[in-house]
């Protein structure tokens, strides 16, 4: 989970109310996509799959006032033969 910043939410809800895009949430939201992905492949690796298939990603705000942002890598891990 990533929490998120009181001042870049601020900025963010201006840029929202002007227009663009928010650059500050896309890094986060990049990172955070990027760490889901690390974890779901260590752990087929760890049981010895050799590729995920189905891998989906799902985000959730969660916590108090939605403060923490929540990012899953789901998918089956398998072990290729031949």
Do not use: C, H, P, W
């Not at 002007?18 to 500050?24: E, I």
């Not at 959730?60 to 939605?66: A, H, I, L, N, S």
């Amino acid at each position: 989970m990533v929490g998120a910043n009181i001042v870049r939410d601020m900025f963010a809800s201006v840029r929202d109310v002007v227009g663009g895009r928010s650059g500050s949430y896309e890094k986060v939201l990049a990172s955070a996509r990027e760490a889901a992905l690390e974890a779901i492949e260590a752990d087929a690796a760890a049981r010895g799959a050799q590729a995920i298939i189905g891998l989906g990603i799902d985000y959730e705000v969660v916590g108090d006032k939605g403060s923490m942002l929540m990012v899953v890598a789901t998918g089956t891990a398998v072990k290729l033969s031949g």
